[in-house]
């Protein structure tokens, strides 16, 4: 099974891995940033979340192979301090969060996220969740589905994708993803298709609402540099300016004294900053990474160090 972990070697470096630590890997995946975090650890211990009952299983075999001190913890990232808390531990070392989907997730017909392949409507990471693309297309308001394109997938088409859908679906439910395509294709005439791509857009935008995804990035940062050791680093590798916003802002936020006591000679504690920014500008695939993995071209990688 072929998954390339992109930007490994520059989010391992930047966690900055003590043998002894405490290390949380948010998005297991394949285990490709788990992997090297492991071998780095003596002592140490690593915590993987991941939704993805496949996923965990592949995993469980690459990591047992290496070590046995990890635990991987059938979740969402969303609830990794209630879930870190439940194994008693209150302060972590260090934790990556790639955000983007995995190579074998999207290749894998079944699952319905690549807009390139003929597969059932589904999107979810977890199976068991009940919300997938199926329900999202064929039962949301034309309001509801214009909101999530426009905010999810930043498409300029979205009131045209979204009527062409609702006209659509009353003569009879929409199940695949080609018959999705051919809507998209459709409601914006094959210039603009051709040329713009929006099935990429509105695949994101679905994927994104069957996942919740941005409303548990939103609440899983924060909880994560609440735990973080002094000195413990936080590495976020985001796919598209939607979650790289939400990081930076957050980053800014925590980096930075607050406005409102910003000048005074003593800053109470609760308005100091809580992190420093380890690159202050994004860091980026190298050439060479984009060659050997064309998906790693819209990969940032943003790390902070907890002050």
Partial sequence: MKHYSVLRKESIDGLNIKEDGIYVDATLGYAGHSRKILEKLTSGFLYAFDSDKEAIKYSENKLKAISNNYKIIHSNFAFL???????????????????????????????????????????????????????????????KLVNIFYSYGEEAKSKFIARKICEERKNKEITTTKELVDIIR??????????????????????????????????????????????????????????????????KEKSEVNEIVKGLPDIPKEYAPSIKLINKKVILPTEEEIINNSRSKSAKLRIGEKL
């Fill in 186 to 251: 459709k409601s914006v005439g094959e210039k603009y298709f051709n040329l713009k791509h929006p099935e990429r857009q509105i695949f994101q935008a679905i994927r994104i609402e069957v996942n919740n995804e941005i409303e548990y990035l939103k609440k899983a940062l924060p909880d994560a540099i609440d735990m973080l050791a002094k000195e413990g680093r936080i590495c976020v590798i985001s796919f598209h300016s939607l979650e790289d916003r939400i990081v930076k802002k957050l980053f």
């Fill in 81 to 143: 301090k209630e879930e870190l808390v439940k194994q008693n531990v209150n302060k972590i070392d260090g934790i990556i969060f790639d955000l983007g989907l995995s190579s074998p997730q999207i290749d894998n017909q079944d699952r319905g996220f690549s807009f390139m392949k003929n597969a059932p409507l589904d999107m979810r990471m977890n199976k068991e969740n009940k919300l997938n693309a199926r329900e999202v297309i064929n039962n949301y308001s034309y309001e």
